[in-house]
């Protein structure tokens, strides 16, 4: 659930160590009760930028401006405790030697608020993350899973209106992963509090995201919905980074399938589930079968089939050129045969 106002503001930020522009002129603004994720392969500033927004960093350029309030730039810099932010780190950060309930109480305890209204709320986040009873643990006597939820829990606690999550599901397993991120999904939409997620993980990225802002080298590439980035991503860059895509140049496209693609663009890519295999009948001798206006069609060959369960993988040559195709049925073609390889061209996306 969002409104329109944006909550959080990020103008032409810039950070540097040193000589190193870690982010620059990175320029975003977060609506109130939006789930942002900020993607990127490592290196490319995303801990940086959360780092900056939690005033862990301060800001050689711009400004950070939250609830409508300035909380860093060249003159402001406003300390993370009061930025009304809560965080979660991807070692999870709790004290070994406090109990669940006092990890979660601390930065309560540490704000003065009353034992009372400590304990209730304390219950009241512990039971949001599905930890009721848990109270007496230790984090050592905690499974991963359940340590991050405390970690969650403790964030939460304060009641803050942005929640900050650097990587930190990564650790977990690709099961448990998952079952978090549903979960931070329903807390999410229990509570609405907005939310920057960071992960190099695209596929992370996606599953809980309203929008995604693609990093590269410190630069931001793109900011969209996970449907708008996949199918209309602003350049290669990030054609390859959020998902899979078989770029190819004009001239191999025309190559591959004939003079039938327009030639204003220069490199296009199509993502492996768009290109669909056929069976060559005995009779369907030509190279190139009759095709619709709409469609484009070839023949190849099967390189290599991968049986991966839900999906097969094909590696096909078409004339010199190599297409990744994943198809959902089940295995249906072998090493070797003759296919014939189609798409929409709707389904090209420009590079
Ligand atoms: P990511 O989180 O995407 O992996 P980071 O924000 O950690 O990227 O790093 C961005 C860039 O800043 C990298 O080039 C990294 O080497 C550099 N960097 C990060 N932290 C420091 C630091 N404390 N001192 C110097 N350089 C740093």
């Avoid at 975003?28 to 990127?40: A, C, P, Y």
């Avoid at 939250?66 to 003159?75: I, K, R, W």
């Avoid at 979660?104 to 599905?130: H, I, M, N, Q, W």
């Avoid at 369960?309 to 094909?314: E, I, L, N, S």
């Amino acid at each position: 659930m969002t409104s329109d106002n944006p909550l959080l503001e990020l103008e032409e930020l810039t950070v540097s160590y040193g000589d190193v522009n870690a982010v620059r002129d990175v320029s975003i603004d977060i609506t109130e009760g939006e789930v942002l994720s900020i993607v990127g392969p490592s290196g490319s500033g995303k801990s940086t930028l959360i780092r900056a927004i939690a005033g862990l960093e301060a800001v050689d350029r711009g400004q950070v401006t939250l609830a409508g309030q300035p909380v860093s730039s060249n003159s402001v810099q406003v300390r993370p405790q009061a930025r009304d932010i809560g965080m979660v780190f991807q070692n999870f950060a709790l004290w070994p030697h406090k109990t669940v309930r006092e990890n979660v109480a601390f930065p309560l305890t540490a704000d003065g608020v009353a034992a009372a209204t400590v304990r209730e709320r304390v219950s009241e986040v512990l039971s949001l993350v599905e930890l009721d009873g848990y109270d007496e643990r230790y984090p050592g006597d905690l499974s991963g899973g359940q340590q991050q939820r405390v970690a969650v829990a403790r964030a939460l606690a304060p009641d803050p209106s942005l929640l900050l999550l650097d990587e930190c599901f990564s650790s977990l397993d690709a099961r448990l992963k998952n079952r978090m991120l549903s979960e931070l999904d329903r807390i999410q939409s229990e509570i609405g509090v907005t939310t920057v997620y960071v992960t190099h993980d695209q596929q992370d990225a996606m599953q809980i995201a309203d929008r995604m802002a693609v990093l590269r080298d410190g630069t931001l590439q793109q900011v969209g919905s996970p449907v708008d980035v996949y199918r209309s991503p602003e350049n290669g860059f990030v054609a390859n980074f959020v998902g899979e895509i078989n770029a190819l140049s004009t001239d191999v496209l025309a190559q591959a399938f004939g003079h039938r693609v327009s030639s204003c663009l220069s490199e296009v890519g199509i993502r492996p589930e768009d290109l669909r295999l056929l069976p060559v009948a005995a009779t369907d001798g030509d190279r190139r079968s009759v095709a619709s206006e709409q469609e484009e069609r070839t023949r190849g060959t099967i390189v290599e089939a991968t049986f991966l369960g839900d999906q097969t993988r094909y590696e096909v040559r078409v004339n010199d050129v190599s297409l990744t195709v994943v198809e959902h049925p089940r295995k249906q073609f072998d090493e070797g045969s003759p296919v014939r390889v189609e798409f929409d061209r709707s389904a090209l996306v420009e590079m």
